[in-house]
């Protein structure tokens, strides 16, 4: 057993020196998907990612054809073979064959853009996931007109959505602080 997992190293690291593959350093890309996609709120952006994580179900914060083919299947819009690895093909800029959370999110915003064959795998699934891509669209001249405004307006959002959560934080801190207090006396009769 082990003699084939290094065998299976030996051959994938010998792909690498070759330029058949990439090795992982080389697709490792640190984005911070809040500023990249500025078209979505916070909370959309964090509803996109629990729809991910949910069909992410090898957990390796990628959705592979399997994952997308069962997706597709639980939105009631099965794919073939050649339409999943089309889809994957459309929105896969590092040419993994496999989505991840940022091409995923490119999906939306493609979507939200209008930039997506109608009809197509991808297009369906930006309407069919739960989360409602139409409040972003710019199909018509008043959609235009309002997202222009909302983008205009989404970095003081963000950074007011930010200082909510650290508001949230300090009051959670402050309770607990408080129990500890009240259970630290509440010890102290017991000595």
Known sequence: MATDELAQKLAHRTKINEGE?????????????????PEFTRKQIKDFEKTFKKYDTGGDNFIDMMELKYMMEKLEAPQTHLGLKAMIKEVDEDMDQKISFREFLLIFKKAAAGELAEGSGLSQLAQLTEINVDETGVGGAKDFFESKIKVQSQENKFYQEILDEQEERKREAETKKLRQQEFKAKAAIFK
């Open 21 to 37: 593959e990439q090795g992982d350093a080389h697709r490792v890309k640190v984005v911070n998907v809040y500023t990249e996609f």
